[in-house]
């Protein structure tokens, strides 16, 4: 092994038989598929319920004050990214992982328990450092498993599992809230969630560093600047700002979650303003996300086919055409049909935009690479809830929406100008 490797220095035994490709790794792909639908679940518990706990039990007037637990999350979230990939090439995914779980333990308990609202900001820390551990480790796990090939279908099964972890339990926990309230029967569903992912996790998953060092053995860089040896600031400021693939993700990822966090924070207000029921905004909360978990199950693949850039380009402008339908449109039906829209347009992106990452990064730095786009991307989270929330106190809500949608648009045509085209190698039919 080449000196100064991020990977821990063990080399695997002969009888280690590793082989990269879903098929030959199905069984711990499908494990980490289960893991991540937990990791998704956790998040959900808190889509439909805590906008309405703001306002209901705190009584947060203000919307910048009350997405401070969506900002606090993003930060979080953003920062333990860039960690996470870090700490997995030099400690394992595994150890990574399951120090996610653990971390994870507390939230459902100050969610529940929380006498402020600063309990509840303080819970979305934690839960982000959570989500950035779990999220981002499953991530690479299975980039690991299947190698080059099919790098576009394993990101659709793993962010699928995870949002429609995300939308079922947005559903579930409406309709708890309906007919228990809003607090404590939500978020038990977490704590469940918590406790089965720590012990399959534990006990069932196993360490897949090994098979990204075995695929680094064969890779060939796409062009000169992306080769193995680079240190954690070259792979920064490549993945950020210098190559125009990586950076052109990098910075479509931060819109994609900046509208996200909108839709999380202000939607549902937006729609309990407008008279609607908690089971109808229940529906609402779980049909976008929904719609972009099954959806990745085609938008993955599809993106070994086609190439990332048509489905990031496309994806990027359908958003901005369903926020503008949000903005602008009232009623149940109409916001129905945005949340569909939504949806969609975010299934088109989201696992093709990680699937871009693996395509250019090295898979000696791809684990940082990964970190740091999501780093951008989570902090997203953080600028959304900023952004959205200092407009709608002096706007409103819709004027929130619309300028998010006219931001998704010029993300899109950013890169449609920026990105290269040919980094991807379509698979062969």
């Keep these: 092994m080449t000196s100064g490797s991020p990977f821990p220095q063990r080399r695997p035994r002969a009888s280690d038989a590793i082989t990269l490709g879903l098929r030959q790794n199905l069984a711990q792909f499908m494990m980490l598929v289960a893991v991540n639908a937990?990791?998704?679940?956790?998040?959900?518990?808190?889509?439909?319920?805590?906008?309405?706990?703001?306002?209901?039990?705190?009584?947060?007037?203000?919307?910048?004050?009350?997405?401070?637990?969506?900002?606090?999350?993003?930060?979080?979230?953003?920062?333990?990214?860039?960690?996470?990939g870090t700490l997995s090439d030099r400690y394992g995914r595994k150890p990574v992982l399951v120090a996610g779980w653990l971390i994870a333990l507390p939230v459902p308990l100050m969610l529940i328990f929380g006498p402020s609202w600063g309990w509840i900001v303080a819970a979305n820390v934690v839960l982000g450092i959570s989500q950035g551990l779990t999220w981002s480790t499953t991530v690479m796990m299975k980039m690991d498993l299947v190698g080059p090939s099919r790098r576009g279908l394993a990101m659709g099964l793993n962010e699928a599992a995870g949002y429609l972890g995300v939308a079922g339990t947005a559903l579930a926990t409406g309709y708890i809230a309906s007919t228990y309230g809003l607090r404590p029967g939500p978020f038990l569903l977490g704590a469940a969630f918590i406790a089965v992912g720590l012990g399959?996790?534990?006990?069932?998953?196993?360490?897949?560093?090994?098979?990204?060092?075995?695929?680094?053995?064969?890779?060939?860089?796409?062009?000169?600047?992306?080769h193995a040896q680079l240190g954690n600031r070259e792979v920064f400021t490549l993945t950020s700002f210098r190559d125009r693939s990586l950076s052109s993700v990098s910075q479509a990822g931060m819109v994609n979650n900046l509208n996200d966090g909108l839709a999380w924070g202000l939607f549902p207000v937006l729609f309990a303003a407008a008279g609607l029921t908690i089971e109808r905004i229940g529906i609402l909360a779980a049909v976008y996300p929904a719609v972009w978990g099954a959806g990745q199950l085609v938008t993955g693949a599809l993106s070994d086919r086609i190439g990332r850039k048509p489905l990031i380009v496309?994806?990027?402008?359908?958003?901005?055409?369903?926020?503008?339908?949000?903005?602008?449109?009232?009623?149940?039906?109409?916001?129905?049909?945005?949340?569909?829209?939504?949806?969609?347009?975010?299934?088109?992106?989201?696992?093709?935009?990680?699937?871009?990452?693996?395509?250019?990064a090295h898979p000696e730095w791809r684990a940082r690479s990964v970190g740091i786009y999501r780093l951008w991307r989570d902090g997203g989270f953080a600028v959304g809830a900023l952004l959205s929330g200092i407009i709608a106190d002096a706007f409103g809500i819709p004027a929130a929406v619309a300028v998010v949608a006219v931001l998704t648009g010029v993300s899109g045509i950013v890169v449609a100008v920026r990105m290269r085209g040919g980094d991807h190698k379509p698979v062969s039919r």
Aim: aromatic letters at 10%; hydrophobic letters at 55%; a negative charge.
């Design 314 to 360: 496309g994806g990027m402008l359908v958003q901005a055409i369903a926020l503008g339908m949000v903005a602008f449109g009232a009623g149940f039906e109409t916001w129905l049909a945005a949340a569909v829209l939504l949806g969609a347009g975010t299934a088109m992106v989201y696992p093709t935009l990680l699937a871009a990452i693996g395509d250019v």
């Design 200 to 226: 399959l996790s534990v006990f069932s998953v196993r360490e897949t560093h090994h098979h990204a060092r075995a695929e680094a053995v064969g890779h060939v860089a796409v062009h000169e600047g992306a």
């Design 38 to 84: 937990l990791v998704g679940g956790t998040l959900g518990q808190e889509r439909t319920v805590l906008p309405l706990l703001a306002g209901e039990v705190f009584k947060q007037d203000l919307y910048t004050s009350a997405l401070t637990y969506i900002l606090a999350f993003g930060v979080a979230k953003a920062a333990t990214n860039y960690f996470a």
